[in-house]
């Protein structure tokens, strides 16, 4: 199994996850052109896409996936909440082969196990994921405003995380945003704080873990050195080996052995 990303941030989402013969997309939030060529940037042409996974409606994630599945003939799953939050974004849909995911459960897609779970963020029925090869797991979690009991428990042994590091509370709170998208992003079902993440991260078993990569960085208020120290000191590693996913470049391949 190797993942990789297309991007990470409020302007797009993209997140490839490949075993054998079988890829998939986790989210696409970029332009047809911009989504081809980031994905030939990792080596890959859309005909190699098997399948896309929506986590919601927000257009940061789901705002190219309409037009690059009927582009390209792939076919889309999301959950009933998500197909009814996206109704106009997904305005091709008699043109697109939609899979609804039905109580967050587990499925397969060709060699790859997809195991959905429920997350508390401002959308009608969000879904982050798991993803196997009967071996080895990839944890993804973004776009929450807080964690449960539930996604710690389902993201334990993982044996790489992608792990959302939205905001420094201090500079979101000396931000120029109105308070209102302060209450939002900062909020329980907002997106999640450095601190947060890395309590989150304390509580798991983490010894598996071969790759964690902060994601979902806001340009404004948070910067890769701030997240890199505070999961480097709940994980007691180098801060070197904490990666981070970029809203331009995303991340090469990472390879789970």
């Known amino acids: 199994m190797r993942f990789a990303c297309l991007g990470s941030g409020s302007q797009g989402n993209g997140l490839v996850v490949e075993v054998k013969g079988t890829r998939l997309l986790l989210d696409c939030g970029f332009t ?21 996974i929506v986590t919601h409606e927000h257009d940061d994630h789901i705002g190219g996936v309409a037009r690059f599945a009927r582009k390209f003939n792939i076919p889309v799953w999301l959950t009933y909440g998500t197909l009814r939050g996206a109704a106009k974004t997904l305005s091709l849909l008699p043109m697109i082969n939609i899979n609804i995911i039905d109580g967050y459960r587990r499925f397969s897609i060709g060699d790859i196990e997809v195991e959905p779970y429920p997350v508390p963020h401002d959308a009608q029925e969000p879904a982050q994921f798991v993803f196997g090869n009967g071996a080895s797991r990839l944890g993804v979690l973004t776009d929450t405003g807080c964690s449960t009991p539930h996604i710690e428990a389902v993201l334990s042994h993982c044996h790489a995380l992608v792990l959302e590091c939205n905001h420094d509370a201090r500079m979101l709170a000396n931000s120029d945003y109105p308070q209102s998208l302060k209450q939002r992003v900062g909020g329980r ?11 989150l991260l304390a509580n798991l078993d983490c010894t598996r873990l071969q790759h964690i990569i902060a994601a979902h960085l806001s340009q404004k208020n948070n910067t890769p050195l701030l997240v890199q120290t505070i999961l480097s000191d709940a994980l007691n590693c180098e801060i070197d080996w904490i990666g ?12 789970l052995i």
């Open 189 to 199: 079902f907002g997106h999640l704080e450095n601190t947060a993440s890395a309590r």
């Open 244 to 255: 981070v996913a970029d809203q331009s470049e995303g991340f090469g391949w990472r390879q």
């Open 32 to 52: 047809l052109k911009e989504t081809t060529a980031r994905l030939s940037r990792l080596g890959l042409s859309p005909a190699m896409i098997d399948g896309i």
